[in-house]
Nanobody, 126 residues
Framework: QVQLVESGGGLVQAGGSLRLSCAASGRTFSSYAVGWFRQAPGKEREFVAA???????TYADSMKGRFTISRDNAKNTMYLQMNSLKPEDTAVYYC????????????????????WGQGTQVTVSS
């Protein structure tokens, strides 16, 4: 079992930045691929970024160049640095962990993840 807890969400003006954190407890964090998803009201959960055990990263096209995913296995923590935020980035952001070793595209789907955090709200005002 892995427990995930997000933090760092909040209200920010368009063009601003936020850094989300996802703290993991339980089994060895480094053995999981981890990712960020987001869900806006009335919309499906959307892939944001993922980082595999190797450190290789994958981003949704709309986040490339603005968001950076990273992990610190010594701290059992994953991060999402979000810059140049836009009102359309407003959503609840979730972190997730997957125990499966697979190719890059596997981690872009919510069903690929075994464990989820409770989410943190990000609101970007115009």
């Amino acid at each position: 079992q892995v427990q995930l807890v997000e933090s760092g969400g909040g209200l920010v003006q368009a063009g601003g930045s936020l850094r989300l954190s996802c703290a993991a407890s339980g089994r060895t964090f480094s053995s999981y691929a981890v990712g960020w998803f987001r869900q806006a009201p009335g919309k499906e959960r959307e892939f944001v970024a993922a980082i595999r055990r190797s450190g290789a990263t994958t981003y949704a096209d709309s986040m490339k160049g603005r968001f950076t995913i990273s992990r610190d296995n010594a701290k059992n923590t994953m991060y999402l640095q979000m810059n140049s935020l836009k009102p359309e980035d407003t959503a609840v952001y979730y972190c997730a962990a997957s125990s499966v070793v697979a190719t890059e595209s596997y981690y872009t789907r919510p069903v690929s993840y075994d464990y989820w955090g409770q989410g943190t709200q990000v609101t970007v005002s115009s």
